[in-house]
DNA sequence: ACCTGAACACCGTTCAAGT
DNA sequence: ACCTGAACACCGTTCAAGT
């Protein structure tokens, strides 16, 4: 005899994404996520293969919602401001996507991919094409790494963090187009 | 009647690095711990006040041994090359100081600190002292960012991974100096 | 077909008892 | 003064039993 489902693999995830920003990582427990979708623990295993897997959809979710955020972005210094405000509004969300801890389930790679797309486009449109992708590598690197940093207090105390930013933004929007620059004016 | 110490905080810290490379972070547990320094986790309290606190010693130690490396740089391109090279050769312990997940115990803040000392002096010396501070926080927000997606995989597939470091090596040391010589141009 | 309670192995942590 | 076994609360996960 068929039992009605009492929950989803969508509400799963939605609960997981939400205690991952409420309650931080560790308070992603497969108990606290059954909790919250009305059911009891063991029964999430018909949905989901263990708390890694569901890491990593959650993980995915939060990729897929970069990648919507960024095709919106009109240049690449818009781009960068949108993926910093992200990582404002969700910090746990976003250091899980970008630098997740030693040990800590990622994405798979296509999840990856779908958020380059945007920045593929603007840094082959600053750089030239041949560039496009060490450009793109770049600039990412640089945002990842900048908003890590200042959501887990890597730069320390002091000095305007915002400024540092639009140096940051500026001068590597900057450099990375710097080649292709060079190139047109000796053609 | 006092009984002889059977092992030390310094053992204790020097254990815990071992396993957070070798099993990673989620193997970094206080039996395993207490296992390798010969003596039951009970006993590591005496030392430590909790898993937290040691991973968190284990993230300066770690610092420490980032800023000895980075002394011995000769520029900014040598300095970010052996930030590089420290995060291929200590993997994990590379992710925790630099970019630990959501949740993760982090440095406290004059561990981070010693290891600007070199990267200020070269930013320095390459942008002037009134952007120093920028300048080094671009360099470091570029490399940790970059090492940070190589060793997470976050660079997907494809493309020659070495050649978009030396890539962004050169053009943010070059746009990271790119302001001084303007002004010396002008003045 | 889905859900549950019970159980297992494994955590971190506390503490009274040993020496 | 340090170490230990026992215990507790809490994990993730499995599985036989319910409906």
């Not at 939605?14 to 990582?25: N, Q, V």
């Not at 640089?142 to 105390?157: D, K, R």
């Amino acid at each position: 005899m068929p039992t009605p489902e009492r929950t989803s693999l969508e509400a799963i995830v939605a609960a997981a994404r939400d205690l991952l920003e409420t309650e931080g990582l560790p308070g992603l427990t497969m108990q606290a996520v059954a909790e919250r979708v009305g059911v009891r623990a063991p029964s999430l295993y018909k949905r989901v293969q263990g708390r890694d897997q569901l890491v990593q959809l959650v993980a995915e979710a939060t990729l897929v919602e970069v990648a919507e955020r960024l095709e919106a972005s009109t240049d690449l210094i818009d781009l960068v401001d949108r993926f910093r405000a992200f990582g404002h509004e969700r910090p746990s969300a976003f250091q899980l996507v970008m630098t997740p801890g030693p040990g800590v389930p990622t994405a798979r790679p296509e999840f990856g991919a779908a958020t380059s797309g945007p920045i593929l486009r603007h840094a082959g449109a600053l750089a030239g094409e041949p560039e496009a992708l060490e450009a793109a590598r770049t600039v990412t690197a640089w945002a990842a790494g900048f908003v890590s940093m200042e959501l887990t207090g890597g730069f320390g105390l002091g000095g305007d963090v915002d400024a540092a930013w639009r140096f940051g933004a500026e001068r590597i929007v900057a450099a990375v187009g710097s080649g292709a620059q060079g190139r047109d004016l000796v053609s």
